[in-house]
């Protein structure tokens, strides 16, 4: 199958209007389906556990929910999530479109393929497996390492959402940019939540969390309008030059319907 | 045997204290394993056959501490090797009305070295610490200078370092002051492991009072016989005598003697007496005449329904109201919360604020009720023991001041609780003092 | 021996999750902290109590033989 007539499958496949000008980068192979697919689930899931986790620390609890359903859930979502990123990692080397090599998923910025954002997949990644491991073995550390290494959280969920917005190629996608956008406010909603309910004797702390939650929702939406909703972001991000086509504007064929 | 003090004083010396060539002279040389030829381990038992207990309040036997550090100490190192331990000397006496381990190290501070020393070589030790109260810079300069004199006649065998304890009522409990030591918060750590396991600098450690390591200087000396002669077996003890008595201050007296006797020693009641609290505010109330036949002993005390404590004995005149008192005391303890465990930090602000309500408010028929449902909460749930020897005192008090109690819930607060305080109470200064 | 059940009122943060597992011996005072039930652990109960002990999230409660 030529390269166009792959472009004219996808666009057909993927059925939404793409901004004129925009370079497309797809392969049709399976494989690249289930990355972006299991990257967005894997996404969704790390945002419901990062969400619990949250409310585990406000100390949510209702008759009906009690507070070990907040930490049960927490856990079994976590690892969900675990297992999707498996599956999205697993595919993602096996599809040979893009050159990613098994030491690109735990090495961070090493890769040929968007060096940077697919780097922050590989940091996310290794934070998540500290998270885990340390977790399945809680009873045997002490509280204070067990905590830290759990601190790290707050660094794996930014990271990989800016890893999907910087590596995944559906991001101007209507849809999954709804979603990741939802992800984000609830995730901000929660954290400001947590900043006003917690910690009384630090106040200055809390403060400086609200001012950098917001400046960096601002910096996020400003990166994202400026970044990867621009034409041009594949070549900006660093897709290696075979996998980029010139802007050519990617239409339907004239014979199946209306734009 | 040479030297050995025939009935009291044993630990004071008349008159001021003594240099380190007069307190040689009156009791002989430091008895050290080589000097005395008799192994180091020999005065653990010897110890242990006195039955001496310690006299920091807890009254824990002290030869089967000095024995845990010691054989802990034997494998506490990689693969089971020995490491040195750690001696502390607890002077601190945070106790508000004790004035005790300050008196004795003034005026007997190379019988506190010598306990040191001898301990120090009986657990395989290889440093010490002696703390004392907070604030006392000129004595804490004496002892320093004590033992820079014993240092360079080789008395010390250890390197001893003298330190201000920090202020407040749980910096002197045996792990809050250990804490303290390794640069932490002056706070009590959760057991295990207890100090004799890791303690100082992770060490297997020896926390004693002060005076507990002089009576040990003395029987390394003299032996357990000599000391079991006196007070029905268990030696001598100092107490701090206060309240309304015409002499308040400092007694040594042999552990049988009743609590009339050192009343009576301490110049007698200075004005018509009603109750005498025995053991420091983790201690109990007796009435006057009820008090007067026990023995001055943990064992006789306790079966009277106080304690012996630090040794602090307060006798309470007619003319103030205990329940006032209590609630006085119920909120500086309250105060001096370390505030890590819950119950405790939230169970004994509460339990003062109901006994201020039954002290010093109108009557209310809950606040009874409310004060013996918190005893029950708060005891024995805190990682040391503020919250039970505060819920001891209290139900104490309830117990022994039933009239007030009554006369409170009739009619509200009697006039005497106008009076000026009995029991001090200082905790609008940091230092506990 | 069977082992007993304590916690460590230090690192305990009143969370709760204890009460809510194991209710059989462990209820909240007023303020949310636990009180255990004293004496060791009936065997039936072992399990639900080692999941108690994982599910406390700063590991306050110990399951441990009586010192």
């Known amino acids: 199958m030529t390269l166009l007539a792959a472009q004219l499958r996808a666009s057909q496949v993927l059925a939404v209007r793409v901004p004129p000008g925009a370079i497309v980068v797809n392969s049709s192979t399976p494989l690249w389906y289930l990355t972006r697919a299991t990257g967005l689930v894997a996404l969704v899931l790390l945002t419901a556990s990062m969400a619990l986790g949250l409310l585990s620390s406000v100390r949510y609890q209702r008759p009906a929910w009690p507070r070990f359903v907040t930490a049960g859930l927490h856990q079994n979502t976590a690892l969900l999530a675990l297992a999707f990123i498996a599956i999205h990692v697993v595919t993602t080397l096996a599809d040979s479109y893009a050159p990613v090599r098994v030491q690109d998923v735990v090495i961070p910025f090493i890769s040929a393929y968007r060096p940077l954002w697919l780097g922050l997949g590989a940091v996310a990644f290794d934070l998540m497996l500290a998270l885990i491991v340390t977790s399945l073995v809680r009873t045997r550390l002490s509280y204070r390492s067990w905590r830290l290494v759990h601190g790290g959280s707050h660094l794996a969920w930014p990271v990989a959402v800016l890893h999907g917005l910087g590596t995944g190629s559906d991001t101007?996608?209507?849809?999954?940019?709804?979603?990741?956008?939802?992800?984000?406010?609830?995730?901000?909603?929660?954290?400001?939540?947590?900043?006003?309910?917690?910690?009384?004797?630090?106040?200055?702390?809390?403060?400086?969390?609200?001012?950098?939650?917001?400046?960096?929702?601002?910096?996020?939406?400003?990166?994202?309008?400026?970044?990867?909703?621009?034409?041009?972001?594949?070549?900006?991000?660093?897709?290696?030059?075979?996998?980029?086509?010139?802007?050519?504007?990617?239409?339907?064929?004239?014979a199946g319907g209306a734009r | 045997m040479r030297n050995a003090p025939a009935g009291l004083p044993r630990l004071i010396p008349p008159g001021g204290p003594l240099s380190l060539a007069e307190h040689l002279a009156r009791y002989g040389p430091v008895p050290f394993r080589d000097a005395a030829g008799t192994d180091g381990r020999g005065l653990i038992a010897e110890?242990?056959?006195?039955?001496?207990?310690?006299?920091?309040?807890?009254?824990?036997?002290?030869?089967?501490?000095?024995?845990?550090?010691?054989?802990?100490?034997?494998?506490?190192?990689?693969?089971?090797?020995?490491?040195?331990t750690v001696v502390v000397a607890n002077g601190t006496e945070s106790e508000p009305a004790s004035g005790k381990d300050q008196m004795l190290l003034a005026r007997a501070p190379h019988l506190v070295l010598d306990g040191i020393a001898v301990a120090a070589e009986a657990v395989g030790a290889?440093?010490?610490?002696?703390?004392?109260?907070?604030?006392?810079?000129?004595l804490a300069r004496q002892?320093?200078?004590?033992?820079?004199?014993?240092?360079?006649?080789?008395?010390?065998?250890?390197?001893?370092?003298?330190?201000?304890?920090?202020?407040?009522?749980?910096?002197?409990?045996?792990?809050?002051?250990?804490?303290?030591?390794?640069?932490?918060?002056?706070?009590p750590t959760f057991v295990p492991p207890r100090p004799f396991q890791k303690g100082a600098h992770g060490r297997p450690t020896l926390v004693q009072n002060v005076e507990t390591l002089a009576h040990i200087a003395?029987?390394?000396?003299?032996?357990?016989?000599?000391f079991s002669e006196m007070g029905a077996g268990a030696g001598s003890a100092l107490v701090t005598a206060g309240g309304a008595v015409r002499r308040p201050g400092v007694y040594e007296i042999a552990l049988d003697m009743p609590v009339g006797d050192l009343l009576r020693q301490a110049g007698g009641p200075s004005e018509p007496p009603q109750a005498v609290l025995a053991g420091g505010y983790f201690g109990g109330w007796?009435?006057?005449?009820?008090?007067?036949g026990v023995p001055v002993s943990d064992p006789a005390l306790r079966a009277a329904g106080a304690t012996l404590g630090p040794g602090v004995l307060v006798l309470l005149p007619e003319s103030a109201c205990g329940l006032a008192e209590t609630a006085r005391v119920a909120a500086y303890l309250a105060s001096q919360s370390a505030g890590q465990c819950g119950p405790c930090h939230n169970g004994l602000p509460a339990l003062a604020r109901a006994l201020g309500q039954l002290?010093?408010?109108?009557?209310?028929?809950?606040?009874?009720?409310?004060?013996?449902?918190?005893?029950?909460?708060?005891?024995?749930?805190?990682?040391?023991?503020?919250?039970?020897?505060?819920?001891?005192?209290?139900?104490?008090?309830?117990?022994?001041?039933?009239?007030?109690?009554?006369?409170?819930?009739?009619?509200?607060?009697?006039?005497?609780v106008r009076r000026r305080p009995v029991l001090p109470a200082p905790w609008h200064d940091g230092s506990g003092r | 021996m069977s082992p007993e059940l304590r916690v460590n009122p230090i690192a305990c943060e009143a969370h709760g999750l204890c009460t809510e597992l194991l209710p059989e011996l462990i209820t909240a005072d007023p303020w949310g902290y636990p009180i255990i039930a004293p004496g060791p652990v009936p065997p039936g109960l072992l399990p639900l109590a080692r999941r108690a002990v994982a599910a406390c999230p700063t590991l306050a409660l110990l399951l441990g033989d009586p010192e």
């Open chain 2, 359 to 416: 002290a010093f408010g109108p009557p209310d028929a809950r606040a009874l009720g409310w004060a013996e449902q918190l005893l029950g909460l708060v005891a024995r749930r805190g990682a040391c023991h503020l919250p039970d020897g505060t819920a001891a005192f209290v139900a104490s008090s309830l117990r022994t001041f039933g009239p007030e109690l009554r006369l409170h819930g009739a009619s509200g607060p009697c006039p005497r």
């Open chain 2, 286 to 292: 007796l009435p006057y005449e009820q008090a007067l």
């Open chain 2, 143 to 187: 002892l320093a200078a004590a033992v820079a004199e014993r240092d360079r006649e080789g008395l010390n065998r250890v390197p001893i370092q003298v330190l201000a304890a920090a202020g407040g009522y749980v910096a002197s409990q045996e792990t809050a002051l250990v804490s303290h030591l390794n640069g932490g918060p002056p706070k």
């Open chain 2, 218 to 226: 003395l029987i390394a000396r003299f032996g357990s016989g000599w």
């Open chain 2, 126 to 138: 290889t440093r010490g610490y002696l703390s004392l109260h907070a604030g006392n810079d000129e």
């Open chain 1, 172 to 254: 101007p996608v209507r849809w999954v940019l709804a979603v990741t956008v939802a992800c984000v406010a609830l995730i901000a909603a929660l954290t400001g939540w947590r900043l006003a309910y917690g910690w009384p004797s630090h106040a200055g702390a809390r403060l400086a969390g609200a001012l950098a939650l917001v400046l960096a929702l601002i910096a996020g939406g400003a990166w994202l309008t400026a970044g990867p909703l621009q034409p041009g972001w594949a070549r900006r991000a660093g897709t290696p030059p075979q996998l980029i086509h010139g802007g050519r504007t990617i239409t339907r064929p004239a």
């Open chain 2, 47 to 84: 110890v242990e056959r006195a039955g001496l207990t310690g006299r920091g309040g807890a009254a824990f036997p002290a030869g089967r501490k000095m024995r845990a550090v010691a054989e802990t100490g034997r494998r506490a190192g990689p693969l089971h090797s020995p490491v040195g």
